[in-house]
């Protein structure tokens, strides 16, 4: 197994993040985060890691070295944007819309994207703050999740898809919101990775 120290320095070099930035992200100090990087600081609390982990997108587990860090070759960069820009990068995937990166195991397209859900219409199986790995190149199958456009909306819907034949129903976990029933929905991408709020 390996340390804190250890995984956050291979964490800070494949982000390529300054430990002043990592501290300005995080809201933890310069000092704490220094001790921690050069192995001063062995056993922080809780709170200390829970906003590094956060960042990293790795659970403290991970962080702490209890859990193994995926190895650095399987490590896919996905780019984190904003709910409202979803229907911009479906186009043209322009840089200025990026506000982060995440990184997982799973082989995903160019065009994939990361997005958090601000919503409770998901809950309690998508928690508000949710991570959403999606994968715009797959066709979802039955009771997966996805993100679609249905045109009148401002916004894309965060919604899972049930197949029925040619019929298309779109729906929340929330009781208070109907389904949809449609027939030709602008799918913008498929669900294939969730990551919830420690």
Do not use: C
């Amino acid at each position: 197994m390996t340390t804190l120290s250890e995984n956050l320095k291979i964490l800070i070099e494949k982000q390529k993040i300054r430990m002043a930035d990592l501290s300005r992200k995080t809201g933890i100090s310069p000092p704490v985060i220094n001790r921690l990087v050069h192995g001063i600081s062995t056993n922080p609390n809780v709170d200390t890691l829970r906003p590094i982990a956060r960042h990293f997108d790795i659970s403290i587990s991970q962080l702490i070295g209890d859990a193994k860090l995926s190895e650095k070759n399987s490590h896919h960069r996905v780019a984190t944007i904003a709910w409202e820009h979803i229907l911009e990068w479906q186009k043209n995937q322009a840089q200025q819309q990026i506000i982060n990166h995440v990184y997982t195991d799973r082989p995903l397209p160019n065009n994939a994207f990361a997005v958090h859900f601000n919503e409770h219409s998901m809950e309690p199986v998508f928690t508000k703050g949710s991570l959403l790995i999606v994968n715009p190149n797959i066709k979802p199958q039955d009771r997966e999740y996805i993100i679609v456009n249905l045109g009148q909306q401002q916004k894309p819907l965060f919604k899972q898809v049930l197949l029925d034949g040619d019929s298309v129903y779109l729906k929340s976990h929330h009781p208070d919101i109907q389904v949809i029933s449609t027939n030709n929905p602008n799918i913008i991408g498929v669900v294939t990775e969730t990551r919830f709020l420690l």
